[in-house]
């Protein structure tokens, strides 16, 4: 839905402007789509962004809990443990440590310390995300820059001939 209020919003004023003020055709109707999608490209990234970290920052207050709930916060003793030797129950007390719980499902192996090392921060992943874009806004500006539709309305002025920049329409 955002994307459409900024091809409505940025997108279509800025094609129709390049269009009919400048005289870039279809090129202009592009380069107000292609800002609008540069637009959208940096609000979907900020929006995942945050997400990530919130996700992070949640998934790592549920893993502390995890390992306070297993210690046995609600009380300063260990957990029990159950042994069967011989025929006989014998109580140990175990305390739960980062290889005893690395098997058990909904705890990370990683704590939030590690976790955050880990995944890419925030810069990174929008350097990443710019690095990935780069390419293709290149290729863009080469094409604006190729074409110079800035100056097909002196083109059309002049009757279609391309004409050096000193000599004017009226000396010939």
Not at 92 to 107: A, K, N, Q, T, V
Not at 115 to 139: D, V
Request: glycine fraction near 10%.
């Amino acid at each position: 839905m955002s994307l459409l209020v900024l091809y409505y919003a940025i997108g279509l004023p800025i094609g129709t402007w390049f269009t009919f003020t400048h005289g870039w055709g279809m090129l202009g109707l592009w380069s107000g789509l292609a800002t609008s999608v540069f637009c959208g490209w940096l609000t979907i990234t900020v929006q995942v962004i945050i997400d990530v970290g919130e996700a992070l920052e949640a998934c790592d207050a549920d893993a502390d809990l995890f390992v306070a709930d297993l210690k046995g916060c609600r009380s300063s003793e260990p957990l029990p443990i159950a042994r069967e030797s011989s025929g006989e129950s014998e109580y140990s007390e175990w305390e739960p440590s980062r290889e005893s719980m690395h098997g058990i499902s909904g705890y990370s192996e990683w704590n939030s310390k590690e976790a955050s090392e880990a995944h890419l921060s925030n810069r990174g992943q929008q350097l990443l995300l710019l690095a990935y874009s780069l390419p293709g806004l290149l290729i863009f500006a080469a094409v604006l820059v190729y074409s110079q539709p800035w100056r097909w309305r002196e083109w059309a002025i002049r009757g279609g001939e391309m004409l050096p920049p000193e000599v004017t329409y009226d000396e010939q």
